[in-house]
């Protein structure tokens, strides 16, 4: 049920922290590794995985990643 419920989310356009939220994931990285896939390719910008990574690691650090 959990995976059903993340991948409805995913497919109805829900942002990847809303996804990480309402899954309780304690990290938006654990989220967006497990379920990339399921967003729709042509819906992604450019890049949002690194772009959604670094934020989530300069959060979690004080720092973002270089690049």
Do not use: C
């Amino acid at each position: 049920m959990r995976h059903y419920f993340a991948t409805r989310l995913i497919t109805s356009g829900a942002d990847p922290t809303d996804v990480q939220n309402a899954l309780r994931h304690s990290s938006l990285r654990i989220t967006l590794e497990t379920y990339v896939h399921w967003w729709p390719k042509k819906n992604r910008r450019r890049n949002i995985v690194s772009t959604a990574l670094r934020k989530a690691a300069g959060n979690r650090s004080g720092s973002a990643l270089p690049g």
